[in-house]
């Protein structure tokens, strides 16, 4: 449809590619951590920054997927860098673990895609007795961030390359609770409601993102945090979400609705 291919101000449109954007760009010597990088959107990312030279190290619940994933990077590009290495946003021993060993690479650390989430999940609680959609897609990304910002930091400074941290956050942060983030109720099951839970997880992401630049803004470091809309995209996201994928293929418009992670159509 018309409006799908309308270009803005950078240039691109919606149904732009990440190849398309990154056209032209020689990401060697780069680093970068891409969360959730084992399916969707974190594995195109992973796939398209290998692509333009960096090496991509990929936070993966599933190791197993992870490197089912990495070996199809490989195999379309042999000169792919790429590590698949164990990350469970929803436990802090993981995510504290994951930078640990991170660290113990020796590598810089250029960019940090914050790209895992699930969504519209029953009440659950994590190992850590937090909500569970709050655990993963908000506080192990915060957790992570923080473990990893005097990486990030030193690498700006001794690269003098302006370092980048993404939160992929979610249009859905406007439909969270009425109260916004419902601190004095987060790991209460009364009244929760699923995608309301979503959206105060997408919410954080984006007041993270914001109080981190300003932040790096004062302190005059070279890194910059940003909170980013996708789009909708059919992914695993929606698993426990069957309802939006069955109304838009009643409708029909699963083609423009939600496009597949690399498509241009």
């Known amino acids: 449809m018309w409006f799908l291919s309308r270009k803005g101000t950078s240039g691109f449109s919606a149904s732009s590619t990440a190849e ?9 010597g780069l680093t970068a951590i891409v969360t959730g990088a084992s399916s969707g959107i974190g594995a195109e990312t ?23 994933v990495k070996e199809a990077i490989v195999k379309g590009n042999p000169n792919a860098k790429l590590d698949a290495m164990d990350l469970d946003l929803s436990s802090m021993a993981s995510v504290k ?27 659950m609680l994590s190992r850590d007795n937090i909500e569970l959609q709050f655990a993963t897609n908000h506080v192990g990304h915060f957790l992570l961030t923080n473990l990893l910002m005097e990486t990030i930091r030193k690498t700006a400074r001794a690269s003098r390359k302006e370092g980048r941290i993404v939160n992929v956050s979610s249009r859905r942060h406007k439909f969270s609770y009425p109260e916004g983030i419902r601190f004095a109720k987060l790991n209460d099951p009364s009244g929760y409601n699923s995608l309301s839970a979503y959206g105060q997880s997408k919410l954080a992401n984006i007041l ?5 630049g300003r932040q790096l803004k004062e302190d005059r ?7 980013v809309h996708p789009g909708l995209i059919a992914t695993n996201l929606f698993r426990h979400y069957s309802f939006l994928t069955g109304l838009v293929g009643l409708v029909g418009g699963s083609n423009y609705m939600l496009r597949s992670v690399a498509s241009k159509s």
């Open 208 to 212: 993270h993102a914001n109080e981190l």
């Open 46 to 68: 992973a796939r398209v920054l290998a692509l333009r030279g960096v090496h991509v190290v990929m936070g993966v619940r599933n190791l197993e997927a992870g490197r089912a």
């Open 97 to 123: 673990k994951f930078a640990e060993d991170f660290k113990s690479l020796n590598l810089p650390l250029n960019l940090l895609i914050n790209n895992a989430g699930i969504m519209a999940t029953p009440f």
């Open 20 to 28: 398309d954007v990154t056209q032209g760009i020689d990401g060697s």
């Open 221 to 227: 470091v070279e890194v910059t945090a940003n909170s």
